[in-house]
């Protein structure tokens, strides 16, 4: 079974940007999360998508935003780039949510020069 | 409330040690903790949970130990290799909302 990718792996963008960044989750995984890395503030939930729509939100600015299609493919936008952007960007994927083991993919890193 | 405390930020060990990491939480709807190892380029991976229902939960060299009525858990590793240097992750789950929390962190080193 193939796990979680993500695309890109890796960009640079520049201030006042937008980026939108893609996930796979694995077959028959219907919840995708998406978190931020960064080393001062660990991993930080964004949004949760399940069937298509956001079922649980993070405390991030409106600039972030995400969507699932009907394959549970997944992406999430962020518009109006800044340097706080910098961060690796982790999806993850689940068979339903809550208490299920969640799968990571190797995320991207997003650098807002 | 919705935090998971965990501490330390950073843990040095020599090969063979036992490694303790702890993580302390404020919501008692929490009913879930798992531990995510991640090392360098890839993504977090599970690699233990606990329920509040046991104290202990033991999975190989890993051991998490469960104080629910101090609310707080934490992860020991047994027999301690270099391999296991990676980040370490808590984290704690309402099953009523299925959001799951994350502690900050733990850079864990196993000296040779």
């Known amino acids: 079974k193939a796990g979680v990718t993500q695309t890109p792996r890796y960009l640079i963008k520049t201030r006042g940007q937008q980026v939108t960044l893609s996930c796979s989750p694995i077959?028959?995984?219907?919840?995708v999360s998406w978190y931020q890395q960064t080393p001062g503030q660990g991993l930080q939930f964004l949004f949760e998508?399940?069937?298509?729509?956001?079922?649980n939100k993070g405390n991030f600015p409106g600039r972030f935003s995400g969507r699932q299609f009907s394959n549970s493919r997944s992406e999430m936008n962020v518009s109006t780039l800044e340097l706080g952007d910098s961060a690796l960007y982790l999806c993850?994927?689940?068979?339903?949510?809550?208490?299920?083991?969640?799968?990571f993919g190797p995320g991207t890193r997003l650098t807002v020069l | 409330q919705q935090q998971v405390k965990q501490s330390p930020q950073s843990l040095i060990v020599q090969k063979g040690g036992i490694p303790i990491i702890n993580c302390a939480y404020e919501?008692?709807?929490?009913?879930?903790f798992p531990w995510y190892q991640q090392f360098p380029g890839k993504g977090p991976a599970l690699l233990i949970a606990?329920?509040?229902?046991?104290s202990e939960k033991k999975e190989g060299r890993f051991t998490i130990s469960f104080n629910k009525s101090a609310k707080q858990f934490s992860l020991h590793i047994m027999d301690s290799q270099p391999g296991d240097s990676a980040t370490y992750f808590c984290?704690?789950?309402?099953?009523?909302?299925?959001?799951?929390?994350f502690g900050k962190g733990t850079r864990l080193h196993i000296l040779p």
């Open positions: 606990i329920r509040p229902d046991v």
């Open positions: 998508y399940f069937s298509e729509t956001q079922r």
């Open positions: 077959s028959g995984h219907r919840s």
């Open positions: 993850a994927s689940q068979t339903g949510g809550g208490a299920d083991e969640q799968f």
């Open positions: 919501n008692t709807a929490f009913d879930y």
């Open positions: 984290a704690a789950s309402d099953v009523r909302d299925d959001k799951i929390i």
